[in-house]
């Protein structure tokens, strides 16, 4: 069965920097894309980064230039490196794979197929 888990959330100052991981077990790995989501309290969920089998990568508008996605098919992980973190980054932090990955609904989470349990992200300043 597939599972995918999260680390490396934690409080942080605004300013500062965190690398998220996820983990994923299961199948095989490097075949597929991956994304990371995150969720405010009271707020939908909403698309982050995303990177396709072939290492292209998508961000949103929100998190580009700050974030970065990457992946390392060997240790079947994928990062989301967070700089320049602010106060409304605060949320849960979700990883998803997506079998039939493809720039098309990049940014839906219905088009993910499996989540992680997430990791808190808290802006302590």
């Known amino acids: 069965q597939v599972q995918l888990v999260e680390s490396g959330g934690g409080l942080v100052q605004a300013g500062g920097s965190l690398r998220l991981s996820c983990v994923a077990s299961?199948?095989?790995?490097?075949?597929?894309?991956m994304g990371w989501f995150r969720q405010a309290p009271g707020k939908e969920r909403e698309f982050a980064a995303a990177?396709?089998?072939?290492?292209?990568?998508y961000y949103a508008d929100s998190v580009k230039g700050r974030f970065t996605i990457s992946r390392d098919n060997a240790k079947y992980t994928v990062y989301l490196q967070m700089n320049s973190l602010k106060a409304e980054d605060t949320a849960v932090y979700y990883c998803?794979?997506?079998?039939?990955?493809?720039?098309?609904?990049?940014?839906?989470?219905?088009?993910?197929?499996?989540w992680g349990q997430g990791t808190q992200v808290t802006d302590s300043s």
């Open positions: 998803a794979d997506r079998t039939r990955f493809s720039a098309v609904g990049v940014t839906a989470a219905g088009r993910y197929d499996r």
């Open positions: 299961g199948r095989t790995f490097s075949t597929y894309g």
């Open positions: 990177i396709s089998s072939g290492g292209t990568t």
